[in-house]
């Protein structure tokens, strides 16, 4: 996955074990309620 921003830091975001990590970063993004599954990148 490719994150781009200004408060984005260089480097990698690791080994993620699941899709739904993607999902619960943009709900994050977006402060929607968490989902069931996945953690958040930041």
Do not use: C, N
């Not at 921003?5 to 709900?27: C, M, N, W, Y």
């Not at 977006?30 to 990148?41: L, N, R």
């Amino acid at each position: 996955m490719l994150v781009y921003g200004p408060k984005v830091k260089p480097g990698s975001l690791g080994h993620r074990e699941t899709f739904a990590d993607i999902g619960q970063t943009i709900a994050k993004y977006f402060g929607t309620s968490d989902m069931e599954y996945g953690k958040a990148m930041f």
